[in-house]
């Protein structure tokens, strides 16, 4: 069962140092432990852009599709046999980014 | 075998067996949805079958069997199904019966699934009524005031929930089991609380329906884990709570506080049960939780034949132990009322007057100045505090009381006992 853990930031920006290192540590640790799957930090949401191509001409517009205080900073896909196991490992990884995270079930 | 001899049994049997029932089927299953619709499709059939042959020696093994089978037919039915799974269900198909001890697991793994912390407060409610409790989404749709669809649609997101984050079927590690357990009390007690001082213009003041249940549940946990304080605290202040229910309210539907109680309508068999708990807690010597406290505190309070003789500084002494553990302000709040039979209303309104900025909102807390002020004789004061109290409570038997006591205000003469200002000790 995988699982996507995001990121959410409501401000703090880039990832210190300090947080950087404690994010290594904890990747380590689920390569170790077999539940790494991938993990990734973005650039800010205003290097977005946005792309609807439903109409036969893609259409490009600058900028997140949603603008709110709340975006996403990053995200891991975990393995993991359930909830309670994938709610524990989250926790650490809000522990290490410094940041929320949200756990959410892949079908 | 009479008619009511069988609706009589059946009700026996869900009473007893619904959650057995819905529990062996979730584990065989893996699947809330489908163990609670097979369950309840083998109680219906159980209601025709049992007129019609007479009730089964072992009603619980019935049930299970026919409750097996028609979660299979219903698997069968549904193509979407790949062929494997359905194979390998099939292949189940003639198992026998759980072993009891296994099946009692299964309903502990239950309430730790239902009872989810990543479920919301509401939801944890209600899915734990449904599955373990046995109640129809009618019924607890009418207990907590809500529509029957959303009460449905409630309980459907929630089964939804479960099976597509793979929320687990199993008693928790014991690393996160006292959380986990606390939260399951959460549940129970808000259940109790709600039957207990029930909100609602059109609601009776006291539901005796969900004071019962979760006792009941309370009871089954309890014998799941018969080693857990908590549990057993929990218990107990159920009981002694519950045992002084007829003696709450008045014929005219009016809260009588402690004071005024008739203490002899208390239910002694319940107040027996619940002291005896409190007892075999203490001699455990084990440092007792909130709810064992909660428990002592009542235990002191049905130990007294009449109000004069209730034991302040003992309850004190609780409140303080319980401000340890709970800094809560309303626990500060049920201190101070002890407060004021040891050190008088006067310190006890100086200790409540401090925690109004965060419980403005609190009925209990108007109702409680509202008291002190009155027996300082500072009637305009304390019919200013009444009115907000009656602004704020939900409670038709407490709005009653508050109401009377506040028009009562004007003749001053009161030549009352000393009166323990809030309804109950018991937040």
Aim: aromatic share 6%; glycine share 6%; with cysteine.
């Amino acid at each position: 069962m995988q699982y996507l853990v995001s990121v959410i930031d409501d401000g703090a920006g880039s990832a210190t140092p300090t947080e950087d290192a404690a994010i290594d540590v904890f990747n380590d640790r689920l390569v170790a432990e077999g539940h790494w799957v991938f993990a990734g930090g973005l650039a800010s949401p205003s290097s977005a852009t946005v792309i609807d191509n439903r109409g036969g001409e893609a259409i490009f517009t600058d900028g997140p599709f949603l603008e709110s205080k709340e975006y996403l900073a990053g995200f891991w896909i975990m393995e993991a046999p359930d909830l309670d196991v994938a709610l524990e490992l989250a926790a650490e990884g809000s522990k290490a980014c410094n940041r929320k995270v949200e756990v959410r079930p892949f079908q | 075998m009479s008619r009511i001899d069988v609706r009589e049994a059946i009700t026996r049997a869900h009473y007893d067996e619904w959650a057995r029932v819905v529990a062996a089927l979730t584990r065989r299953f893996g699947d809330l949805d489908i163990a609670e619709e097979a369950a309840a499709e083998a109680f219906a059939t159980a209601v025709e079958r049992w007129l019609a042959d007479g009730v089964p020696p072992n009603p619980g093994a019935w049930l299970t069997t026919t409750a097996n089978r028609k979660a299979i037919d219903r698997i069968r039915r549904e193509s979407k199904r790949d062929d494997k799974q359905k194979q390998a269900l099939m292949l189940d198909d003639d198992d026998p019966p759980e072993r009891p001890g296994a099946i009692d697991d299964d309903r502990l793994r239950l309430i730790f699934t239902c009872c989810h912390p990543a479920l919301a407060m509401e939801t944890r409610v209600a899915l734990t009524l449904r599955m373990i409790g046995g109640l129809t989404v009618p019924e607890i749709a009418r207990a907590f005031l809500v529509q029957e669809t959303a009460m449905g649609r409630r309980i459907t997101r929630a089964k939804a929930k479960i099976k597509a984050a793979r929320i687990p079927y199993r008693v928790p590690s014991a690393h996160d089991l006292p959380a986990r357990v606390s939260g399951v009390l959460a549940v129970l007690f808000l259940v109790f609380n709600e039957g207990y001082l029930a909100t609602g213009p059109d609601t009776e003041p006291v539901r005796h329906d969900l004071t019962a249940e979760a006792i009941r549940l309370t009871r089954l946990i309890r014998a799941l884990m018969p080693e857990d304080g908590e549990v057993t605290g929990l218990l107990a202040l159920m009981l002694l709570t519950e045992a002084r229910r007829t003696a709450r309210v008045s014929a005219s539907g009016e809260l009588v506080t402690l004071d005024e109680q008739d203490r002899g309508a208390w239910d002694t068999a319940l107040v027996a049960e619940g002291h005896q708990l409190v007892r075999q807690r203490l001699a455990t010597g084990v440092a007792p939780g909130r709810y064992q406290i909660l428990a002592a505190i009542n235990a002191v309070h049905t130990s007294a034949h009449d109000m004069r003789d209730t034991d302040w500084s003992q309850v004190l002494a609780l409140y303080d132990q319980l401000v340890q553990l709970d800094p809560s302000p309303i626990v500060a709040l049920n201190r101070a009322i002890a407060v004021a039979e040891l050190d008088g209303p006067e310190v006890a309104l100086a200790a409540v007057d401090r925690l109004g900025d965060k419980l403005a909102g609190y009925h209990a807390y108007h109702a409680t100045r509202a008291d002190l002020l009155r027996r300082l004789g500072r009637n305009q004061e304390s019919g200013a505090a009444y009115d907000q109290a009656i602004e704020l409570a939900g409670n038709t038997a407490e709005i009653a009381y508050l109401t009377r006591r506040r028009d009562q205000l004007g003749s001053a003469q009161t030549p009352r006992r000393p009166n323990g200002g809030s309804p109950e000790s018991f937040d």
